[in-house]
């Protein structure tokens, strides 16, 4: 099973509100990433979980909350976000940061389609 | 600093061989990837290669790497109106960040 799920598929919200978005893996991994992707344009990393540990944040606004209840889930939670964060959040997988001599693949999702009105 | 450079559209005749180039400015890279996109979905891995080798075949798919050079190509023998997609290549760089590029837009003219 090479499957990341995410949840949901859409996500139409308001400039007050506050949501979530979650991503399920169930291979096993220990590493966990976010992704923003802006059409047309490659996916850009905004958090990287280690061992259910924040292990980079790429300089993210604070709107954006991630979480790591446990290893098989990852969570980003969205306050008083702006249209402009409009985009495809796609979260990933992989078996572990460290090196070595192992691809590392990442494992990526279908994605969550954002829009901010 | 860490940069991955592609063209942005490619077009071919179905039944053609398509060859999508990459290049990159990391020489400590360890592995470099190609990725898939369809239209509203998330990225599928294709194939990966590691810095050592210099091919790597996978039924339709030959990934070239010149170290040297820096670059990488993905060829897709054959290419069926379904390989139309992004392509982005990228690359495992510092702090095992996995650096991409733009993305080529493959489209396979029937």
């Known amino acids: 099973d090479t499957e990341v799920t995410q949840t949901p598929k859409h996500l139409v919200m308001g400039m007050t509100n506050k949501k979530s978005l979650k991503c399920e893996q169930h291979m096993g991994h220990r590493a966990m990433y976010w992704y923003k992707q802006k059409a047309k344009k490659p996916p850009e990393l905004m958090f990287v979980y280690s061992y259910e540990k924040l292990s980079i944040n790429e300089s993210v606004p604070s709107r954006f909350s991630p979480e790591c209840p446990n290893s098989s889930l990852l969570n980003l939670h969205l306050h008083a976000l702006q249209p402009e964060d409009s985009a495809l959040y796609l979260c990933?997988?992989?078996?572990?940061?460290?090196?070595?001599?192992?691809?590392?693949?990442?494992?990526f999702g279908p994605g969550t389609r954002l829009t901010v009105l | 600093g860490e940069d991955v450079e592609q063209s942005l559209f490619l077009s071919v005749r179905e039944g053609d061989s398509s060859v999508i180039n990459c290049t990159y400015t990391d020489s400590s890279s360890t592995y470099l990837y190609w990725y898939k996109q369809e239209p509203g979905a998330g990225l599928q891995l294709l194939t990966y290669?590691?810095?050592?080798?210099d091919m790597k075949q996978d039924q339709r798919l030959t990934v070239l790497l010149n170290k040297k050079d820096k670059h990488l190509s993905l060829r897709i023998a054959d290419t069926q109106t379904g390989d139309s997609a992004i392509y982005f290549c990228?690359?495992?760089?510092?702090?095992?960040?996995?650096?991409f590029g733009p993305g080529t837009s493959l489209s396979v003219i029937p």
């Open positions: 290669i590691f810095s050592n080798m």
């Open positions: 990933a997988s992989s078996q572990d940061r460290a090196s070595g001599d192992r691809a590392d693949t990442q494992y």
């Open positions: 990228a690359e495992r760089g510092s702090y095992d960040k996995v650096i």
